[in-house]
């Protein structure tokens, strides 16, 4: 995919064949996704050439291909391959305890049969709109809106990005304003987004964009409503009136969603902390001022809460929580569910497994309409607009170019899942000067927003994405999915609520001791790779090509943040902003502590035996080390005690790891590991687990010590590339000759 995307970057013939051939494949994955469906017993629209098939046809044409298999078939076959193993061996659990099933059929059990009343048996468009907001899914207009992130400190940069990408593709733009400005203050620091001054810069912002075919989403937070006031003059300059400029128009209630300036005043308040304003003021007054004006959107966003590691669930269930809090605080106001509802722009970072990913978007409909219901409004009234972003926490800075593939595998899964529109992240986001600190994903060099345009455009055109109706429905593993996200969504939802609501727990830290336990347990998958990490954790490269340089994030000179014109008494405050995680930071700063050593930073494999014999644990261990930018250095297999401690010391290296087969460890480890220990080594650790962790069975019980560890699939792989690190930092090395 990162072949076919450059093949249309430089219009090269072969690359571009490429392409079109990658294409291809994605196109029969959508198929493949089509024929794997569980419940057709509804009509169907296959890849837009408006064919309709009726239940009875499919089975019929199923029958007469493929024998009827029972699900003690499946099993049975599963667990031959596993070797004995029990099929329950591949099951796992999302961070929100949903359980991810290794099979699923249609005697799961999951509201899936056709005797159900779920969601299932529903058709696009349809109560409770999961499997689309309209009857014609992403078919309907010209499909999902592809629109890219503007978080440049200077408006005249963000504007010359702006122009740069919408001759490329681009169909709109986020316009994301810095976290100090959205909650009310001037900028301290490294600026994360837009820094704009409203009754100046709207015009510099918008210059050279046709406004009548350019979308625009301004996250603007507390500065929404000056943002909605320079927006309206300079339209008003330029002959237009807001209702005639349809990306401006306001709402999802003519579909497609052309824009507006959204008012988001959870997201500022998680980022840093504190508002400059009361929680009565921010969630109460300022959504009323807002949706004043036919340009005003309420915006809803789980991104600061997935950034610190909430679970899917947990991210919905949240989001359910902030609607409920701005009805309540809006209900003193006048404010009712018919106000409020049509206007909201739900913003969900997609990260992680496709299938997780896509039943996380359907799940959020689900949930929407639940709540659209209990406050008497119907979906026709108050259909939900989801926009998609690329998730900061799953992106790297240590092997940018795999980002891509992130990229396009989270593309794919927002668009079948029914996003309405998307946002794909620049491979190079985090690559720039600012490192860390930079906010969202970054700027981005104009390669990677070059290539995150054509993702887009290519899952869109070329595979047709667009031209598919609810590709996922009935497929038995994200209809179960679905279904179990949102009833563990609905019932965190209800616990939040029945424990006083959003801004109680978030005051008293409840909601963040949540997020937190979640964020621990990702960290434990992360650090013993359990949740691998491409490029990073798992096949890392240590001599990648490095992406295009970037400029600097240079605010402007002459920017003066507006002035709060009265003191807030009582401002909105939390007891410590929401930490912003990424999975990969851990390996990455091993990385940057190895780049520092010279002589680069190595390790010995002393491998025993045929190549069959060490072979896959060679590799293993290549790979683990690998992601602490430390280098193996193979030997060639040994059958001789004497001769492998020979070899071990002709290299000059203080580390080793020995790499064989269980019953050699058993015959050979212990007299191999004191010839190492006396060659200099010192630490040794051995590829393999011994069984039980009894050492004994290998015949080391007596060579335990801090010179001795063992690495294996689950070991803790951040400890023992720490560890390495440390002893290469500072080396101790045995003299030849001197037992450990």
């Known amino acids: 995919m990162t072949m076919a995307m450059a093949g249309f970057l ?92 290794p099979l699923y059929m249609g005697d799961t059990g999951d509201g899936n049969s056709e005797d159900s009343n779920s969601h299932a048996n529903s058709l696009p468009g349809q109560f ?45 733009f986020a316009v994301v304003l810095d976290d100090q400005l959205q909650a009310g203050r001037a900028p301290d620091g490294e600026s994360t987004g837009l820094l704009l001054d409203p009754s100046q810069d709207v015009p510099a912002l918008l210059d050279g964009l046709d406004v009548a075919e350019t979308t625009l989403l301004i996250h603007a937070g507390l500065l929404a409503r000056p943002v909605l006031d320079g927006i309206e003059d300079y339209l008003a300059d330029a002959g237009l009136d807001e209702d005639e400029a349809p990306q401006l128009s306001g709402g999802v209630l003519a579909p497609p969603l052309r824009g507006g300036v959204i008012y988001d005043p959870f997201t500022p308040l998680l980022r840093t902390g504190s508002l400059e304003r009361s929680f009565e003021a921010a969630l109460g007054e300022g959504v009323d ?22 679970g899917d669930a947990e991210e919905l269930a949240l989001a359910l929580a902030s609607l409920a809090e701005l009805l309540r605080r809006g209900e003193p106001l006048g404010l009712e569910a018919a106000d409020l509802l049509p206007t909201v722009v739900l913003t969900l970072p997609i990260a992680g497994r496709p299938f997780e990913a896509i039943a996380k978007l359907r799940a959020a409909r689900t949930l929407w309409a639940k709540l659209t219901t209990a406050c008497g409004l119907s979906l026709e009234r108050a259909p939900l607009w989801i926009h998609a972003t690329s998730s900061r926490r799953e992106w790297t800075r240590v092997g940018p170019w ?25 491979f190079d986001g985090l690559c720039g000067p600012e490192g860390d600190a930079v906010g969202g994903l970054g700027r981005g060099s104009e390669l990677g927003r070059r290539l995150a345009v054509n993702t887009q455009a290519i899952l869109r055109d070329e595979c047709g994405l667009d031209r598919v109706i609810d590709p996922a ?99 909105a405050e939390l007891p410590e902003p929401l930490p912003r ?18 002589p680069a930073p190595r390790l010995v494999a002393v491998n025993w035996g045929s190549l069959a014999s060490h072979q896959a ?69 051995i590829a393999g687990r011994p069984p039980k962790d009894d050492l004994g069975a290998w015949g080391l019980d007596g060579l335990s010590g801090d010179d001795l560890d063992f690495v294996h699939r689950g070991c803790d792989a951040l400890s023992v590339l720490d560890d390495a690190l440390t002893r290469l930092e500072s080396p101790i090395t045995p003299t030849a000759g001197e037992a450990s």
């Open 617 to 685: 644990r060679t590799d293993f261990a290549a790979n683990l080390f690998a992601a602490g930018g430390i280098a193996v250095e193979a030997l060639p297999g040994q059958t001789e005690v004497a001769a492998a401690g020979e070899a071990f010391a002709a290299t000059g290296a203080s580390l080793a790891v020995v790499c064989g087969r269980d019953e050699d460890y058993a015959e050979h480890g212990a007299d191999l590991i004191d010839a190492l220990r006396s060659a200099g080594a010192a630490k040794v650790w």
């Open 128 to 172: 409770p709109g999961t499997r689309g907001r309209t009857a014609g899914g992403a078919a309907a207009g010209s499909g999902w809106l592809a629109v890219q992130e503007l978080r440049h400190a200077d408006v005249r940069a963000a504007n010359a990005a702006a122009r740069h990408d919408a001759q490329f593709g681009a169909h709109g």
């Open 402 to 426: 795999v980002n891509l593939l992130r990229g396009t595998v989270g593309t794919f899964a927002a668009a079948v899942g029914g996003a309405d529109s998307i946002a794909t992240a620049s």
């Open 581 to 598: 995680l990424r999975a990969a930071a851990p390996y990455e700063a091993l990385r940057a502590r190895a780049a520092t050593l010279e």
């Open 10 to 101: 430089t219009e090269d013939p072969e690359a571009v064949n490429g392409a079109r051939a990658s294409s291809r494949l994605l196109g029969r994955a959508v198929c493949a996704i089509r024929c794997r469906v569980g419940a057709l017993d509804r009509p169907r629209l296959v890849s837009g050439v408006g064919v309709r098939y009726s239940c009875t046809r499919r089975r019929l044409m199923s029958a007469a291909k493929f024998p009827p298999v029972t699900r003690e078939q499946w099993q049975a076959k599963a667990e031959k391959d596993l070797k004995g193993r029990p099929l329950s061996s591949l099951q796992r659990a999302t961070a929100d305890g949903v359980p991810v099933e």
């Open 473 to 571: 429905g009935g497929s038995w593993a994200v209809e179960a999915l679905t279904d179990a996200i949102a009833r563990a969504a609905w019932t965190r939802f209800q616990a939040i609520e029945g424990e006083g609501g959003l801004v109680a727990g978030l005051v008293s830290g409840r909601v963040q001791a949540h997020i937190r336990e979640q964020a621990d347990a990702l960290g434990r998958q992360i650090a013993r790779r359990r949740r691998p990490i491409t490029g990073v954790s798992t096949f890392p490269v240590l001599d990648g090509h490095p992406p295009p340089e970037q400029s600097a994030d240079a605010p402007p000179e002459d920017f003066e943040a507006p002035h709060r014109t009265a003191p807030v008494l009582e401002p």
């Open 289 to 310: 001022a807002v949706l004043g004006s036919p340009l005003g959107l309420v915006g809803v966003s789980t991104e600061a809460y997935h950034d610190a590691g909430a």
